[in-house]
């Protein structure tokens, strides 16, 4: 699994609020992605890191942000949460070496009320 | 931009049966594609990934192939299991880009029934 892991796993909240969904890992990857799922959109990109306070937009970023002050955690802040961010949230880490290969967490299922 | 199609989107199988799925891309400047399988409520697994210098990649009963001058790449499971049934996805990774983006496909739900 790579030795990724994502807190909370289920969370429930009401729109307006804020909310911070956080990825962590234990093998200093330096490029680590936020992805969501949704039924007839698949997965897409929101933001990815490439590297400590190095960050930048993915295909759908908007209403989104991110930080990264360690290697090991990503976090996706979602600034005033709205019923269209309903979604299941993966994290994503790519593989050292050539190959690019990425792993995914266990994902966040997040509702807005 | 990058578009993945996966055909079918939905199969079901009696068990014992060999099966292809099918994944097309539209642009074939891609560095790699990746196969994920998805069990419902959980997270993506990585099955095989294919270089774009690769025809093709083997795991087991799983094997994948990549044409990129069709924009076409195929996931053949061999003697299917209903251990087998989940969601399939593929995933191409764009080249020159040193992020890597993934473009994902809707993916394909499998079914093997005993």
């Known amino acids: 699994d790579a030795g990724i892991t994502q807190s909370p796993r289920h969370k429930v909240t009401e ?3 804020p909310v911070t969904l956080r990825c962590h890992q234990t093998e200093n990857h ?3 992605y936020w992805y969501r799922q949704d039924p007839g959109h698949g997965l897409r990109l929101i933001h990815y890191s490439y590297g400590v306070k190095d960050t930048d937009k ?3 970023s908007d209403g989104y942000s991110v930080s990264r002050s360690k290697t090991e955690d990503f976090l996706l802040t979602l600034e005033s949460a709205t019923s269209s961010q309903t979604s299941v949230y993966f994290c994503a880490i790519r593989a050292s070496g050539g190959t690019y290969e990425q792993y995914f967490g266990p994902g966040t299922r997040l509702t807005v009320t | 931009k990058q578009e ?7 199969l079901s199988v009696p068990e ?12 074939s400047a891609i560095y790699n594609l990746q196969w994920f399988r998805q069990d419902p409520g959980k997270g993506l697994t990585s099955l095989l990934l294919i270089q774009s210098s690769q025809r093709e990649q083997t795991s087991g009963r799983l094997n994948a192939s990549l044409d990129k001058s069709s924009g076409r790449s195929t996931l053949y499971i ?3 299991q209903p251990g087998d049934s989940a969601t399939y996805l593929c995933a191409a990774r764009a080249g020159g880009t040193s992020y890597g983006k993934l ?12």
């Not at chain 2, 993945?4 to 939905?10: D, E, K, L, N």
């Not at chain 2, 014992?16 to 539209?26: A, D, K, Q």
């Not at chain 2, 473009?103 to 005993?114: A, D, K, R, S």
């Open chain 1, 58 to 60: 993915g295909e759908v």
């Open chain 2, 4 to 10: 993945v199609t996966q055909i079918p989107a939905a």
């Open chain 2, 16 to 27: 014992g049966e060999n099966l292809v799925l099918n994944c097309s891309f539209t642009d």
């Open chain 1, 30 to 32: 330096r490029y680590m």
């Open chain 2, 78 to 80: 061999a003697a299917s």
């Open chain 1, 15 to 17: 729109t307006g609020t």
């Open chain 2, 103 to 114: 473009t994902f496909g809707q993916g394909t739900i499998l079914t093997v029934h005993p």
